[in-house]
């Protein structure tokens, strides 16, 4: 009996990155199709500006959307122009498929200004600072930082709260949850599944959000995450398994190859690992998951956050009850945009952020870093007895 139930595990598993495999497969053989026909001759896109800098005496321009991430130039006297839509002829020459799957250099040409989307003026009228109104604009619609708050939430250990990501659509998540259980209950017969159906039009809402903001990294690694969770809630698997998160990378990866080369993506993936580590060896409890929780994801990240971003000051050590602080200020805030007081809170986001203007750098060693990564997957296939 022994022996079937493992035959039949196998098949299970064969069968399942099998056609994982042919998804793979498929989805190459169409973005080479799509990578052929925008090679065969200049295109002009639509994009959004997601990067600007000045280097000498040009413009560096990273431009994204569904399809392409990619790099240009020019010499044009332009304004602030980040986040903003643009269509743009793009001269296609020399660009492999590998580099058309994550990002690749290209001349451009004609480059316009498309009419701003109007429900960022909603957001835009309720703050008097382009920085705080930048932020805002990044937690709720995915745009892109200034420079100079990268710098200074990089500083303060906080990147991870304004990149949308697990934590977000969690929340969303739940208050979702909340908003549509006293409707479902009205409107629906007591003999449905009440979880089932609520889920089944939660996660088409998440999936409108995502492309909404257009399918960032981390976000997308979570609501994979998510679907997979509640498939293994339902069959009252171990949803803190990291078969569960070995699967998600890999279906992210399926279906958006960009994400090989994703340091979001990584880090989004790490994060969430040190997470399945803590209670591998830890009790899921209300003191581990609220409070001593994001302590060790603090310390734990380090070595792995510092191999990429190396700012630091002494404040930073408060970012674990900031990260707590922020479940509630991230609800407030939505509730504060929708009736119109966004900007209750703006004078005190100027004063935490300025605490990261002076800093520090220090980068974990390559050595550091990858012996780091081998003892993570040590401890978490090692054995508990």
């Known amino acids: 009996m022994k022996q079937l139930i493992q035959v039949l595990k196998f098949r299970w598993i064969w069968q399942l990155f099998s056609a994982i495999f042919f998804i793979f497969l498929l989805n190459i053989s169409y973005k080479y199709y799509e990578y052929k026909n925008f090679i065969s001759k200049s295109q002009f896109i639509t994009a959004k500006i997601v990067n600007q800098y000045k280097k000498k005496n040009y413009w560096v321009l990273k431009l994204k959307n569904p399809k392409i991430e990619f790099y240009t130039t020019t010499r044009d006297d332009l304004k602030?122009?980040?986040?903003?839509?643009?269509?743009?002829?793009?001269?296609?020459?020399?660009?492999?498929?590998?580099?058309?799957?994550?990002?690749?250099?290209?001349?451009?040409?004609?480059?316009?200004?498309?009419?701003?989307?109007?429900?960022?003026?909603?957001?835009?009228?309720?703050?008097?600072?382009?920085?705080?109104?930048?932020?805002?604009?990044?937690?709720?619609?995915?745009?892109?930082?200034?420079?100079?708050?990268?710098?200074?939430?990089s500083t303060l250990g906080i990147s991870h709260l304004l990149a949308l990501s697990g934590l977000h659509l969690a929340i969303i998540s739940g208050l979702l949850y909340l908003i549509l259980s006293p409707i479902y209950n009205l409107i629906m017969p007591p003999y449905r599944n009440r979880n089932i159906d609520l889920g089944i039009l939660i996660f088409i809402i998440l999936f409108s959000y995502l492309y909404f903001v257009n399918f960032p990294a981390s976000l997308v690694r979570s609501f994979i995450m998510e679907i997979i969770a509640f498939c293994f809630a339902f069959y009252l698997r171990d949803i803190f398994s990291f078969k569960l998160l070995f699967l998600t990378a890999i279906i992210g990866i399926v279906f958006f190859p960009?994400?090989?080369?994703?340091?979001?993506?990584?880090?989004s993936l790490s994060g969430v690992f040190l997470i399945f580590l803590f209670f591998k060896y830890f009790k899921p409890t209300f003191i581990n998951g609220v409070l001593i929780l994001p302590i060790y994801l603090y310390l734990a990240m380090i070595p792995i956050s510092h191999y990429f971003f190396g700012n630091f000051n002494e404040y930073q050590l408060f970012s674990p009850f900031v990260s707590i602080i922020f479940t509630i200020f991230y609800p407030l805030e939505i509730f504060l945009h929708l009736i119109g007081e966004g900007g209750v809170l703006d004078e005190v986001i100027k004063s935490y952020l300025s605490l990261g203007d002076k800093?520090?750098?220090?980068?974990?060693?390559?050595?550091?870093?990858?012996?780091?990564?081998?003892?993570l997957v040590y401890l978490a296939r090692r054995k508990i007895n």
């Open 359 to 375: 800093f520090i750098t220090f980068y974990t060693p390559s050595f550091l870093f990858y012996g780091y990564l081998i003892l």
């Open 258 to 267: 960009s994400f090989l080369t994703n340091i979001g993506f990584f880090l």
């Open 80 to 153: 602030d122009i980040l986040n903003s839509n643009v269509e743009v002829g793009v001269i296609t020459k020399k660009i492999s498929f590998w580099n058309y799957l994550t990002k690749f250099y290209a001349p451009t040409f004609h480059l316009g200004l498309l009419e701003k989307a109007d429900y960022k003026s909603w957001i835009e009228n309720q703050h008097k600072d382009k920085y705080i109104t930048n932020i805002f604009e990044a937690l709720f619609f995915g745009d892109s930082l200034y420079y100079k708050t990268r710098q200074e939430l």
